[in-house]
Nanobody, 129 residues
Framework: VQLQAFGGGLVQTGGSLRLSCAAS????????IGWFRQAPGKEREFVAA????????NYADAVKSRFTISRDNAKNTVYLQMNSLKPEDTAVYSC???????????????????????WGQGTLVTVSS
């Protein structure tokens, strides 16, 4: 059972990147997914989250209107489209998964790191000024 984030790289201010979080070994649509990031010397922070069914999303204020999270359950993948990137977006981005809050829950999103049980290795995003 694992998650793997990829798609990071070096981009100029104002540019775009699309990150992917690929899952294997689990029934993907049983899990809500979140993206977090950690910049050097800083705490891990929430970026975006999506519910099991993809109908509910949640964003940190710092990325709202610039980033879009989506999922393709048929491909066991969650995406994070990042537009209008800024130098302060530079960080290692990681995805994480967790099961439902209660039986039948498909619409809850989660924004705290401790709410997630499985973490993937991160991918580095560097935004140059």
């Amino acid at each position: 059972v694992q998650l793997q984030a990829f798609g990071g790289g070096l981009v100029q201010t104002g540019g775009s990147l699309r990150l992917s979080c690929a899952a294997s070994g689990l029934i993907f649509d049983d899990y809500a997914i979140g993206w977090f990031r950690q910049a050097p010397g800083k705490e891990r922070e929430f970026v975006a989250a999506i519910s099991r069914d993809g109908r509910s999303t949640n964003y940190a204020d710092a990325v709202k209107s610039r980033f879009t999270i989506s999922r393709d359950n048929a491909k066991n993948t969650v995406y994070l489209q990042m537009n209008s990137l800024k130098p302060e977006d530079t960080a290692v981005y990681s995805c994480a998964s967790r099961g439902p809050l209660f039986i039948g829950d498909t619409s809850t999103t989660f924004s705290k790191p401790y709410e997630y049980g499985l973490w993937g290795q991160g991918t580095l995003v560097t935004v140059s000024s």
